[in-house]
């Protein structure tokens, strides 16, 4: 039986730490000022796409196979318990503070947990930033999650070559920059290209691209060249963080797909930390620490930042104050109950078939397969 506990890859945890602080400072929540802090949110997905795609792979090389019931199985168990305590406290909230809107706020806390909170921001159902409307890249992932693994599962099935794969996904990033460059072309709004899921599905599927990358033995000379890139991809995205508009037609004109090509380049370069000149940078404990609790102070930090107020205690450090409260709050979350429920995840594992002492001489050896965390994700 393989588990899903082992084998964390630290520097992944320290982009995801890094990325929850960039969106905690476009909120305000750190008052400092960086245009760009909402592009933490590609981090996210790229990340995102990269090890579930991961998984998915390694699974399948295991075992021949992919239960895809185990596979939703363990993000159910990952995201539903903090997602549902958190959906309780909004509506707790919303009921004392605001009761008028309560009703309204039930249905959008049903959007919310069918995964349409994006849709219902992107073609204007409801634009209002309530406790859910955190939930919109949330929203975008599950989306994906429900689309990706049994489709990656019927390619693998169907012995489709890996560089035919690659290929199919390099296209589709293509199609998708195009159309969202379209949208903008012709007008569209700015929320329906900020919150469809078809204009940000790029940074996910760069994400998917980059796995498949990963699984392979690069010739020296280029895996040497693309380290080198890693270091430009990093200073790149530190430019466009410090620089880029929200509102801004480069993103929408191909910027966020170069932005999701960068974090894609800087995370296959991490991946194995043993040959990252930046890994000892991303593992920084903080950065790493930030990373394990990011799912639930996503959620809270939003929470804390709209419905509650501690200026009569805190005055001017009132964003401080919200900011620790915020960052108390996932970590009791993380430890108490999150941590706790992953360990379930290891029942919904997979065994990799016995191998008969006489077949093993007719198998190639390959090295020994090792799984890595599904807490990464």
């Given at each position: 039986?393989?588990s899903f506990q082992?084998?964390?890859v630290p520097a992944?945890?320290g ?11 476009h ?11 909402f592009?933490g949110v590609?981090?996210?997905?790229v990340?995102?796409?990269f090890?579930i795609t991961?998984?998915?792979l390694?699974?399948f090389k295991?075992?021949?196979?992919i ?5 939703y ?7 539903a ?9 909004a509506?707790?909230?919303?009921y ?11 249905k959008?806390?049903?959007?919310s947990l069918?995964?349409?909170?994006n849709?219902r ?9 309530d406790?859910t409307a955190i939930?919109w ?7 994906f999650?429900l689309?990706?693994?049994?489709l990656l ?5 169907c012995?489709?070559k890996?560089s035919?794969?690659g ?7 293509v199609?998708?920059?195009i ?5 903008w072309?012709?007008g569209?709004e ?5 919150y469809?899921?078809?204009?940000r599905?790029d940074a996910?599927?760069v994400?998917c691209?980059?796995a498949?990358v990963?699984?392979?033995r ?5 895996e040497s060249?693309?380290r080198m890139l890693g270091?430009?991809a990093?200073?790149?995205?530190v430019?466009l963080?410090?620089?880029v508009?929200?509102t801004?037609?480069f993103l929408?004109?191909g910027?966020y797909?170069?932005v999701?090509?960068?974090t894609?380049?800087?995370i296959?370069?991490?991946n194995?930390s043993e040959h990252s000149?930046?890994?000892p ?5 903080p950065?790493?620490?930030f990373g394990?609790?990011?799912y639930?102070?996503?959620l809270?930090h939003w929470?804390l930042?709209?419905n509650?107020s501690?200026y009569y ?10 900011f620790?409260a915020?960052?108390t709050?996932a970590?009791?979350?993380f430890?108490l ?7 379930l ?6 065994s ?6 006489d077949?093993k ?5 390959v ?9 990464n994700?």
């Amino acid at each position: 039986m393989h588990s899903f506990q082992s084998q964390r890859v630290p520097a992944l945890d320290g982009i995801r730490g890094i990325a929850m602080i960039l969106v905690l400072i476009h909120h305000q929540l750190i008052p400092l000022s960086l245009n760009g802090g909402f592009l933490g949110v590609d981090l996210f997905f790229v990340l995102s796409g990269f090890l579930i795609t991961g998984l998915l792979l390694k699974e399948f090389k295991a075992t021949n196979s992919i239960s895809l019931m185990n596979f939703y199985a363990r993000r159910a168990l990952r995201l539903a318990p903090a997602f549902l305590i958190y959906l309780i406290a909004a509506l707790i909230l919303t009921y004392k503070q605001h009761p008028e809107e309560f009703a309204r706020e039930i249905k959008l806390v049903g959007l919310s947990l069918v995964y349409l909170t994006n849709w219902r921001m992107a073609l204007g159902w409801d634009y209002s930033l309530d406790p859910t409307a955190i939930i919109w890249s949330l929203s975008i992932e599950e989306q994906f999650y429900l689309v990706w693994p049994p489709l990656l599962f019927l390619l693998l099935s169907c012995r489709v070559k890996y560089s035919h794969i690659g290929v199919a996904l390099g296209l589709i990033v293509v199609a998708v920059a195009i159309h969202r460059a379209t949208l903008w072309t012709n007008g569209a709004e700015l929320n329906r290209m900020y919150y469809g899921t078809d204009t940000r599905a790029d940074a996910l599927f760069v994400g998917c691209l980059c796995a498949f990358v990963a699984q392979h033995r690069l010739p020296a000379k280029l895996e040497s060249t693309l380290r080198m890139l890693g270091l430009v991809a990093v200073g790149f995205l530190v430019y466009l963080i410090s620089t880029v508009s929200f509102t801004g037609q480069f993103l929408y004109r191909g910027g966020y797909t170069l932005v999701a090509l960068a974090t894609g380049l800087l995370i296959w370069s991490v991946n194995d930390s043993e040959h990252s000149w930046l890994a000892p940078l991303l593992t920084f404990y903080p950065f790493r620490w930030f990373g394990l609790i990011s799912y639930s102070l996503y959620l809270w930090h939003w929470l804390l930042l709209r419905n509650v107020s501690f200026y009569y205690v805190a005055g001017k450090w009132d964003s401080w104050a919200k900011f620790v409260a915020a960052v108390t709050i996932a970590a009791s979350s993380f430890y108490l109950i999150e941590k706790r429920i992953n360990n379930l995840k290891s029942r919904f594992s997979y065994s990799t078939p016995r191998i008969q002492p006489d077949a093993k001489k007719q198998l190639p050896l390959v090295g020994p397969f090792v799984q890595p965390s599904e807490q990464n994700t």
